[in-house]
């Protein structure tokens, strides 16, 4: 119950779970969640102060996020803005114009004085967000809090630009004032960072720390307390020689080792060897210290003696500790670290403009940027409620509710094999927040009853700790099952079905987990009706039970599709065992899984020599060092239609290079290409064109285009709180799992005009509307040929259409991978089309292409069972080299 991919486990006669108290291993391979999770991908867990002293050898001025990195970061605003250029050149731009006073970002910053080279992107977008929260939910911050707000207002955009870059570090560790940089935006860094180290007093508040569920405690300085400053000073704050010595450069280390005489290796063990000197040296030439007070000469007889002793050796400690210390301090210089109860402010301050607790530089500056782009983006109503939050107290506690979430899964998902003990921390946990859940749960639901609309609120609960507190029973309900509690696993699961608010998603996997329990361990739990006397009687009774909730669950609109399969079968089984008649059985016959079909294509292929690698490259090679084999799984093939009619040479830089068509050789300086090379799938789309189909190599980009034409109106229907911009693409709830039920009137509506085969008619009407504009849609790629659109449309089958259609709109985030690789069609012809005089309906047909050792993913086996299901063919392609041409 992991992950809405995840099997149902088994029943002991299947070998589940052999043994009571050992715990499989969580798959290494888990589904990827979306921000609204909530869950930082972490690998341990949070303690106390965010206090990650960086190892200065890597203390560089800015930070880096690679793709892979910022994309599992985005949050909804970013999912929702156009791509934007984000790099230092757009930046730059922005930067110039805005000095220039070309720029006008947002009418309530217009009072603030804007000078050339006092201007920045990250500036404008931190108090762009600050101003926005402040003059819509200013309700959510107390006195001090506000006081804070004030102070910042006055600091000088110096200290300003210092504090947001830091704080774009999303760490609260030292930096050294002489490495810092920023020497081209900042004139004089020592005054900033003495305007951002000044301490206020704090007047008093009516605020108080608050107890939240599942908490062992509150955070370490969760409050600003008497006063406050926006930085620490290094010579207030590090005292210790552990915190010291962590901010030497190696060379910097190794300099301090040799005058304490002390050796390493690296820089970890000089740093053990001078820790460890510091508590065995006697002497380091103190004033403070004399002969007599040595080890020898300080040990006495008696308890009293003995605490002087003690004492008097701690004291020499802490003196040789200082020694060290102030040496450090003297070759690092001034250090700032902004201070934590400030830096959490801030970040509340960010998520509930962001509605999200996780936020990167980019989506600090995309917001900005998108304001500036020339781009068209559909007509619909911003909407940006200030009642997300309705009190302060329900924002802290959604923000303890995360923490909570966290610590289960850092102890189900990141820190390995989960123990006894560890599991039964996530039960402490779970009943604990249960009672609370409970609460909560009433609460949301009388205002779907009396105060929402039909579908409002939804994106509104992703932000409440409800939201959080039901991920967190549905992990306590896996652990129940995994104690073998499967009553109370029972009980809980019956609860999360009862509610329809949170974790809709998910809801596919409870139907299947509650109906395996009926199945096999119910009748030892709970009463069976009177006349079941044997235990035969009551397995039966249960079964019927089962068979029932498998047949709600099917019937459930908020049933994902993708779990129908899953629940067929069960039912299928259940009626077998209960020798159900034949003619009472259910039929599923029209959503029967087929095998994909299988072709094998045999093609040219390409093999340059291996490359050296890059341990052997450069000032590292070695005469005797072996090339190592290239490690891209990408193959290189000759396109067959340039095989056998190659084009002649001078027309080859005339032609396409796109994916709609046979690509060109793609001509690198390091290795000359030959006429026609191409990757496997487009090979296997020429022989497929060789056959009579037109097709890309799209993968999930067509489905998504389809997706965006046939729903382009439904996407921007007015709903409160999605839009909040007036630069997306798309609403906020698109990629969570609230957009399908808070549309699911419109939706359903739409997916029946598809099975009626009207896909042509929306297309044609979306093309009217946008296609002349080329307006900002999600997903939407105006390069595909509309007349290629429309033959699609005819060609889909229409209620094969519309089951696909369905699945992109329950999980548009997940479902944007694995689908196969090429997506192929026949075009309807008519017979006076035909030269034989007979027409044919259209046909389309999806290729996964695989070659040699290549496996299908989770993913792209639940794609195929979803075509498969619809009645939609998929086939298999598999590329066979039946000549290797080296090439080098």
């Not at 075509?867 to 000549?883: F, I, K, N």
Request: proline share 5%; aromatic share 8%; net charge negative.
């Amino acid at each position: 119950m992991l992950g809405s991919s995840k099997k149902i486990p088994h029943p002991r006669s299947t070998k589940y779970d052999e043994a009571e108290e050992d715990f499989a291993t969580p798959s290494p391979k888990r589904q990827k969640r979306g921000l609204s999770d909530f869950v930082k991908k972490t690998a341990s867990p949070q303690k106390g102060r965010r206090e990650a002293v960086p190892d200065s050898d890597d203390d560089g001025e800015e930070i880096v996020y690679d793709g892979e990195a910022s994309k599992a970061r985005q949050t909804d605003i970013e999912t929702a803005l156009p791509p934007i250029q984000t790099d230092q050149e757009a930046i730059e731009a922005y930067e110039a114009s805005r000095a220039a006073g070309e720029l006008d970002i947002d009418g309530r910053l217009d009072q603030r004085k804007w000078e050339r080279g006092k201007s920045s992107i990250y500036v404008d977008a931190f108090n762009l967000a600050l101003e926005t929260v402040l003059d819509e939910e200013s309700h959510l911050f107390d006195e001090g809090e506000h006081d804070v707000f004030t102070k910042w207002r006055g600091l000088s955009y110096e200290a300003q630009y210092l504090y947001v870059r830091l704080f774009l570090r999303k760490t609260s560790s030292w930096h050294r004032v002489s490495r810092l940089g920023y020497h081209s935006d900042i004139a004089d860094l020592p005054q900033a960072v003495l305007d951002l180290q000044v301490t206020h007093e704090l007047p008093s508040t009516s605020s108080q720390v608050q107890d939240n569920p599942g908490e062992l405690e509150a955070p370490e300085d969760a409050s600003l307390g008497d006063r406050y400053c926006f930085a620490d000073r290094s010579e207030d704050c590090i005292k210790d020689l552990e915190e010291a010595s962590s901010l030497l450069l190696l060379d910097e280390l190794k300099a301090i080792a040799k005058d304490a005489k002390v050796q390493g290796k690296n820089k970890k063990e000089l740093l053990r060897a001078l820790r460890r000197a510091s508590g065995k040296q006697t002497g380091l030439g103190f004033a403070s210290l004399r002969r007599s007070d040595t080890d020898d000469s300080t040990v006495s007889v008696g308890s009293e003696a003995d605490d002087e002793a003690r004492e008097e050796r701690i004291s020499r400690r802490e003196n040789r500790d200082k020694h060290f210390v102030d040496k450090i301090m003297a070759e690092t210089g001034p250090c700032i670290r902004l201070s934590l109860p400030t830096l959490k402010l801030f970040e509340r301050v960010h998520l509930v403009f962001y509605r999200s607790t996780e936020w990167t530089e980019k989506s600090l500056t995309t917001i900005i940027l998108a304001r500036i782009a020339r781009w068209n983006f559909p007509s619909y109503i911003v909407s940006r409620s200030a009642n997300i939050f309705p009190s302060r107290a329900l924002l802290l506690e959604f923000e303890a509710s995360v923490r909570t979430q966290f610590r289960v899964d850092n102890i189900l998902e990141f820190s390995g094999t989960p123990t006894t003990d560890t599991l039964q921390t996530v039960l402490e946990i779970f009943e604990q927040v249960y009672p609370r859940w409970k609460v909560l749960l009433a609460e949301e639901q009388h205002k779907e009853d009396s105060i929402y609309s039909t579908g409002e609120g939804a994106y509104l609960r992703r932000l409440s700790p409800a939201w959080v507190y039901t991920r967190i029973i549905h992990k306590g309900a896996y652990v129940l099952g995994k104690f073998k509690h499967h009553a109370r696993e029972h009980e809980v699961l019956v609860e999360l079905l009862n509610q329809k608010l949170f974790h809709a998603a998910r809801r596919g996997d409870w139907y299947q987990r509650k109906a395996l329990l009926e199945e096999h361990y119910m009748h030892l739990h709970l009463p069976s009706p009177p006349d079941c006397k044997d235990i035969e009687a009551k397995k039966k009774h249960w079964k019927r039970i089962a068979l029932r909730t498998c047949e709600i669950g099917l019937e459930d609109q908020l049933t994902h599709l993708i779990h129908h399969h899953d629940l067929q079968k069960r039912t299928v089984k259940l009626e077998k065992s209960l020798k159900v008649p034949k003619r009472a059985q259910h039929d599923f016959g029209h959503v029967r899984l087929t095998k994909p079909l299988e072709r094998t294509f045999t093609g040219v292929q390409i093999v340059r020599p291996p490359s050296l690698s890059r341990q052997n490259s450069g000032q590292n090679a070695t005469p005797n060092a072996k090339p190592m084999p290239n490690r891209s799984t990408k193959t290189i093939w000759i396109d067959p239609a340039f095989e056998h009619s190659p084009p002649k040479l001078e027309k080859v830089e005339d032609e396409l290079t796109d994916d709609t068509k046979p690509p060109l050789l793609k001509r690198k300086s390091s290795a000359p290409s030959l006429i026609g090379e191409c990757s496997v799938e487009l090979m296997c789309l020429s022989h497929y064109r060789a056959l009579g189909y037109k097709g890309y190599h799209s993968e999930g980009r067509l489905l998504r285009t389809l997706f965006a034409h046939l729903f382009h109106d439904i996407l921007y229907l007015y709903i409160p709180n999605v839009f909040q911009t007036a630069y997306q693409t798309c609403p906020l709830d698109l990629h969570t799992d609230a957009f399908y039920p808070s549309r699911i009137s419109e939706i359903n509506a739409r997916l029946n005009e598809l099975s009626n085969g009207d896909a042509g008619t929306i297309l044609e009407r979306c093309y009217a509307e946008h296609g002349e504009k080329k307006t900002c849609i999600v997903g939407l790629d105006w390069t595909y040929e509309p007349s290629d659109l429309a033959e699609i449309c005819q060609s889909f089958p229409p209620a094969a259409l519309a089951t696909v259609m369905k699945v992109m709109a329950q999980e548009y985030a997940q479902r944007g991978g694995g689908v196969p690789d090429l997506f192929l069609w026949k075009p309807r012809k008519s017979k006076h089309e035909d030269g034989d005089g007979e027409g044919y309906e259209g046909e389309v047909m999806f290729a996964e292409v695989k070659s040699e050792n290549d496996r299908l993913s989770d993913t792209q086996r639940m794609w195929i069972d979803v075509l498969s299901g619809a009645g939609v063919r998929v086939e298999l392609c598999h590329a066979v080299a039946g000549e290797v041409r080296m090439q080098g």
